[in-house]
T-cell receptor
Framework: KQEVTQIPAALSVPEGENLVLNCSFT??????LQWFRQDPGKGLTSLLL?????REQTSGRLNASLDKSSGRSTLYIAASQPGDSATYLC???????????FGKGNQVVVIP | EAEVAQSPRYKITEKSQAVAFWCDPI?????LYWYRQILGQGPELLVQ????????DSQLPKDRFSAERLKGVDSTLKIQPAELGDSAMYLC?????????????FGPGTRLTVL
């Protein structure tokens, strides 16, 4: 069974610092990896999608890397802002049953 | 920009009552998913539809949960009877294609509280 772990579970950083969020998964047989943002009581907003053949994706201040062989992905958020405060979820697409396996999330607070 | 629609956004019910949630996926998306997210956890798949057919309902508690997508467009998830442990966020997502190996887009969710 695919297990997805996100470390740290929660973190606080001062505004302007770079954020580094880690995601690890136990089975490298994935077809893609998605990073989502979730605000309290809200749905999921897709941030970045990395296909299994790719090593990284970038969108504005966000950059996500994927190392399938080691079962790891990292989300970098440059120059954090208070508006970046949210929970960030990592999800991997599992071959065979077409489902996403999610981690529990990284809860981020950016302090003004 | 096209979005996944869900209603209601919030639902409070007493245990043993019936509840129903509705989802309208992005137009043209063949695959529809219902997830349940307990507070502090990641979402877990309940059921996946390909057009009007169920392709995965292995995690759906079938004694009380049912889901349908009669015309292959919008979908309804029902719980009868609701239990205290059903309190959670219910998320609907959709994706293009028929393989399921595509980016999933999520709706705003329905927050269910069972008293």
């Amino acid at each position: 069974k695919q297990e997805v772990t996100q470390i740290p579970a929660a973190l606080s950083v001062p505004e302007g610092e770079n954020l580094v969020l880690n995601c690890s998964f136990t089975d490298s047989a994935i077809y893609n990896l998605q990073w989502f943002r979730q605000d309290p009581g809200k749905g999921l907003t897709s941030l970045l999608l990395i296909q299994s053949s790719q090593r990284e994706q970038t969108s504005g201040r966000l950059n996500a890397s994927l190392d399938k062989s080691s079962g790891r992905s990292t989300l970098y958020i440059a120059a954090s802002q208070p508006g970046d405060s949210a929970t960030y979820l990592c999800a991997v697409g599992i071959y065979g049953n077409n489902r996403l396996a999610f981690g529990k999330g990284n809860q981020v607070v950016v302090i003004p | 920009e096209a979005e996944v629609a869900q209603s209601p956004r919030y639902k409070i019910t007493e245990k043993s009552q019936a509840v129903a949630f509705w989802c309208d996926p992005i137009s043209g998306h063949a695959t529809l998913y219902w997830y349940r997210q307990i507070l502090g956890q990641g979402p877990e798949l309940l059921v996946q539809f390909q057009d009007e057919s169920v392709v995965d309902d292995s995690q759906l508690p079938k004694d009380r949960f049912s889901a349908e997508r009669l015309k292959g467009v919008d979908s309804t998830l029902k719980i009868q009877p609701a239990e205290l442990g059903d309190s959670a966020m219910y998320l609907c997502a959709s994706s293009t294609g028929t393989s399921g190996y595509n980016e999933q887009f999520f709706g705003p969710g329905t927050r269910l509280t069972v008293l």
